[in-house]
């Protein structure tokens, strides 16, 4: 490539413009789909020269790489995992030899050692060469379609992903026979709901999919059943993941503490076929909720549909990509019905021609003609009292066609025969005429077609449900023991020989109170600082609802405050301060209950230090008089004097008895 170095006046202009120029071509040439066909320049461009070598047998996938070379400038090693890829769709393209497995994740064997044709459904769906519009190829030494003509949504069949520069495309595949009967739909103008379909089969929570637009997404769980009691059989994977990767999630679960497994045994051949050995005393239901909770036995997809379309990448929704495929599809019908009369009524004129040349024996009148040109008239003369007959004028064109009639078919010719050929050519162009006149009912017709032989062994594969995300806390494997060292101010399940808190596992989080009043959540772990003199440790229980009673000095030598409240919204290793955040504040009582009643019958009694012209010096402090606000709230003034002690109230305690 020659660069002129006016074009651009900077460093900066010539980046810009150069990169622009290349994400414009990865984005319109290489990572999305075109709306049309639904296929990728390369995939296109695969089919294109399977067709152009289809002879019916089986084509080495090597010779078809090297033929699609011709067409696609990006090397063989490009070409042959697009084609692998496109051959294990098992829709267009018919394999033979090993093509890898989708399941395990098993790759295909070397091009030279297997072998592919196109489909009965491809050669039907996808070609037509007087619908294609052909462009150069990119050495300009061949012709290759623009897109193909398909009559099927095919992009919605297939599902496509691909990531390009600054945009991604990621449409999931959906079921062969629900899309044929939504394309039908959309023809008699009915309402219709389309959820993916996955190969791999599961059960999938669609309600958020949203039409497939970014933002939307659906969750897919593996098929697990309770084969008996220690023991769960998995039989359907998740779209997206593979058995071993599947099976290296669920050890290292094991190995992290979250679930509890004794091994797991691989027997996926045509199908998947995953036995988990659960331990002595390990309940399977539990088992099969955390499995899902903690490994890809529930995964979650994010669809975002793009297409390119005149021109340009374009957002578009699922329902709409299949009405466009629909009116395109019948679009494609029409013309192929107008090709067709086309050709039939040329037939059907030639076919006319040819019995008035011969049986009315014109070909008698040029035996004596010496030119060219008095040939042509002769006959031209001989045509002209039956040309009212014809639908259309008599050309030079036709005239010298009859000339080449060989005179054996001259001798041999059936007048009956033609006559019936002729009314089998009026009776097709009527039925074309009239297909054309119901071109809605006729494609219809089409899918119906198609739907009846194709679409057996196409029935969903995915089970459409409804299920709640698992709760990881409530699942977990509680296999671990927080301990507390009070004198350092650290917490964790390696601290053994300290004192022991509750049972915990390894995704926990820890809770901690000090005595200066601060408040804070940090993962759990083998050993974590929660703060020096803490008074409170203990797992952080987010749907416990617990109340929090605290009296607190506001200052070195600040007023008694309390205040009950809840902890709310949270900030894993933020720090929180429940005082008003005075110097040398101080927490001189700290209590937690799981309700209110409880947290209301709290009766303390503060006892004052004696000081000048004090004389009640123990007073009753009842937290039913303080409502329960949040964790900043200042608190509620108890007394301005300085506090010896604060114990609770006899059970037979009467606040009244000394006034």
Same mark, same amino acid.
């Given at each position: 490539?020659?660069?002129?170095?006016?074009?651009?006046?900077?460093?900066?202009?010539?980046?810009?413009?150069?990169?622009?120029?290349?994400?414009?071509?990865?984005?319109?040439?290489?990572?999305?789909?075109?709306?049309?066909?639904?296929?990728?320049?390369?995939?296109?461009?695969? /089919?294109?020269?399977?067709?152009?070598?289809?002879?019916?047998?089986?084509?080495?996938?090597?010779?078809?790489?090297?033929?699609?070379?011709?067409? !696609?400038?990006?090397?063989?090693?490009?070409?042959?995992?697009?084609?692998?890829?496109?051959?294990?769709?098992? +829709?267009?393209?018919?394999?033979?030899?090993?093509?890898?497995?989708?399941?395990?994740?098993?790759?295909?064997?070397?091009?030279?050692?297997?072998?592919?044709?196109?489909?009965?459904?491809?050669?039907?769906?996808?070609?037509?060469?007087?619908?294609?519009?052909?462009?150069?190829? @990119?050495?300009?030494?061949?012709?290759?379609?623009?897109?193909?003509?398909?009559?099927?949504?095919?992009?919605?069949?297939?599902?496509?992903?691909?990531?390009?520069?600054?945009?991604?495309?990621? %449409?999931?595949?959906?079921? &062969?026979?629900?899309?044929?009967?939504?394309?039908?739909?959309?023809?008699?103008?009915?309402?219709?709901? /389309?959820?993916?379909?996955?190969?791999?089969?599961?059960?999938?929570?669609?309600?958020? @999919?949203?039409?497939?637009?970014?933002?939307?997404?659906?969750?897919?769980?593996?098929?697990?059943?309770?084969?008996?009691?220690?023991?769960?059989?998995?039989?359907?994977?998740?779209?997206?993941?593979?058995?071993?990767?599947?099976?290296?999630?669920?050890?290292?679960?094991?190995?992290?503490?979250?679930?509890?497994?004794?091994?797991?045994?691989?027997?996926?051949?045509?199908?998947?076929?995953? +036995?988990?050995?659960?331990?002595?005393?390990?309940?399977?239901?539990?088992?099969?909720?955390?499995?899902?909770?903690?490994?890809?036995?529930?995964?979650?997809?994010?669809?975002?549909?793009?297409?390119?379309?005149?021109?340009?990448?374009? =957002?578009?929704?699922?329902?709409?990509?299949?009405?466009?495929?629909?009116?395109?599809?019948?679009?494609?019908?029409?013309?192929?019905?107008?090709?067709?009369?086309?050709?039939?009524?040329?037939?059907? !004129?030639?076919?006319? +021609?040819?019995?008035?040349?011969?049986?009315?024996?014109?070909?008698?009148?040029?035996?004596?003609?010496?030119?060219?040109?008095?040939?042509?008239?002769?006959?031209?003369?001989?045509?002209?009292?039956?040309?009212?007959?014809?639908?259309?004028?008599?050309?030079?064109?036709?005239?010298?066609?009859?000339?080449?009639?060989?005179?054996?078919?001259?001798?041999?010719?059936?007048?009956?025969?033609?006559?019936?050929?002729?009314?089998?050519?009026?009776?097709?162009?009527?039925?074309?005429?009239?297909?054309?006149?119901?071109?809605?009912? &006729?494609?219809? *017709?089409?899918?119906?077609?198609?739907?009846?032989?194709?679409?057996?062994?196409?029935?969903?594969?995915?089970? %459409?449900?409804?299920?709640?995300?698992?709760?990881?806390?409530?699942?977990?494997?509680?296999?671990?023991?927080?301990?507390?060292?009070?004198?350092?101010?650290?917490?964790?399940?390696?601290?053994?020989?300290?004192?022991?808190?509750?049972?915990?596992?390894?995704?926990?989080?820890?809770?901690? &109170?000090?005595?200066?009043?601060?408040?804070?959540?940090?993962?759990?772990?083998?050993?974590? =600082?929660?703060?020096?003199?803490? +008074?409170?440790?203990?797992?952080?229980?987010?749907?416990?609802?617990? %109340? @929090?009673?605290?009296?607190?000095?506001?200052?070195?030598?600040?007023?008694?405050?309390?205040?009950?409240?809840?902890?709310?919204?949270?900030?894993?290793?933020?720090?929180?301060?429940?005082?008003?955040?005075?110097?040398?504040?101080?927490?001189?009582?700290?209590?937690?209950?799981?309700?209110?009643?409880?947290?209301?019958?709290?009766?303390?009694?503060?006892?004052?230090?004696?000081?000048? *012209?004090?004389?009640?010096?123990?007073?009753?402090?009842? =937290?039913?008089?303080?409502?329960?606000?949040?964790?900043?709230?200042?608190?509620?003034?108890?007394?301005?004097?300085?506090?010896?002690?604060?114990?609770?109230?006899?059970?037979?305690?009467?606040?009244?008895?000394?006034?």
């Amino acid at each position: 490539m020659t660069h002129d170095p006016d074009q651009h006046a900077s460093l900066g202009a010539m980046y810009s413009d150069y990169f622009l120029d290349y994400a414009s071509y990865v984005i319109l040439e290489r990572a999305v789909p075109h709306l049309l066909d639904g296929l990728k320049p390369v995939q296109r461009r695969i /089919l294109h020269s399977l067709e152009e070598l289809d002879d019916g047998r089986y084509n080495k996938v090597a010779n078809v790489v090297g033929n699609t070379m011709k067409y !696609h400038p990006h090397g063989d090693q490009s070409i042959g995992d697009a084609m692998v890829q496109l051959g294990q769709k098992d +829709l267009l393209i018919d394999t033979q030899g090993n093509w890898g497995n989708t399941l395990t994740g098993d790759g295909a064997a070397a091009p030279r050692y297997i072998e592919a044709r196109l489909t009965k459904f491809g050669l039907e769906v996808l070609f037509n060469p007087k619908t294609t519009r052909w462009i150069p190829s @990119y050495d300009g030494r061949n012709k290759e379609p623009l897109t193909l003509p398909v009559k099927f949504p095919l992009l919605l069949a297939q599902g496509v992903e691909g990531i390009a520069v600054g945009l991604a495309c990621k %449409i999931l595949p959906h079921n &062969f026979n629900e899309l044929i009967e939504a394309s039908i739909a959309v023809l008699r103008d009915e309402s219709f709901s /389309l959820v993916p379909d996955f190969p791999t089969g599961g059960i999938m929570d669609a309600s958020d @999919y949203r039409d497939g637009l970014r933002g939307g997404k659906i969750r897919v769980r593996a098929r697990i059943s309770t084969e008996k009691k220690g023991l769960l059989r998995i039989t359907e994977i998740p779209f997206g993941t593979t058995t071993g990767a599947l099976m290296e999630s669920i050890v290292a679960a094991g190995e992290k503490g979250k679930i509890k497994i004794a091994r797991i045994e691989d027997n996926t051949a045509a199908t998947a076929d995953i +036995l988990v050995h659960l331990p002595a005393g390990a309940d399977p239901e539990t088992t099969r909720d955390a499995l899902f909770a903690f490994t890809d036995c529930e995964l979650s997809i994010s669809p975002n549909a793009c297409v390119i379309t005149d021109g340009k990448p374009q =957002f578009m929704g699922i329902s709409e990509i299949l009405r466009r495929s629909t009116l395109q599809t019948k679009d494609l019908l029409r013309q192929e019905l107008e090709i067709k009369l086309a050709e039939l009524a040329e037939k059907w !004129h030639f076919s006319s +021609l040819e019995k008035i040349f011969i049986e009315n024996r014109i070909y008698r009148d040029i035996e004596e003609c010496e030119t060219w040109e008095a040939v042509i008239k002769a006959i031209d003369d001989g045509l002209t009292p039956f040309k009212p007959l014809l639908k259309r004028d008599v050309t030079e064109e036709d005239i010298v066609k009859l000339t080449e009639i060989k005179i054996k078919r001259i001798s041999k010719f059936d007048s009956f025969k033609a006559d019936e050929e002729i009314k089998a050519l009026e009776k097709a162009i009527d039925e074309t005429n009239k297909n054309l006149k119901q071109l809605t009912k &006729f494609a219809i *017709r089409w899918f119906e077609e198609l739907l009846r032989k194709y679409g057996k062994d196409k029935e969903r594969r995915t089970e %459409i449900a409804s299920f709640e995300r698992v709760d990881r806390v409530q699942v977990v494997a509680a296999t671990e023991t927080l301990y507390l060292d009070a004198k350092n101010g650290f917490a964790g399940y390696g601290l053994k020989k300290e004192e022991p808190v509750e049972k915990c596992s390894t995704i926990d989080d820890i809770i901690s &109170f000090t005595a200066d009043g601060k408040m804070k959540i940090v993962k759990v772990a083998e050993k974590v =600082f929660v703060g020096l003199r803490p +008074l409170r440790v203990a797992v952080f229980r987010k749907d416990e609802d617990l %109340i @929090y009673s605290m009296i607190f000095r506001d200052g070195k030598d600040g007023p008694i405050l309390a205040k009950r409240f809840t902890v709310g919204g949270i900030t894993r290793d933020k720090e929180y301060d429940l005082t008003r955040g005075k110097p040398g504040s101080r927490v001189l009582y700290f209590a937690v209950h799981k309700t209110n009643e409880e947290s209301s019958a709290q009766m303390l009694l503060v006892h004052l230090k004696s000081a000048l *012209r004090m004389r009640n010096l123990i007073r009753p402090l009842h =937290f039913a008089e303080f409502g329960i606000k949040s964790r900043s709230s200042g608190g509620n003034l108890v007394t301005k004097h300085a506090i010896e002690k604060i114990v609770r109230a006899p059970k037979d305690y009467d606040p009244t008895a000394g006034a």
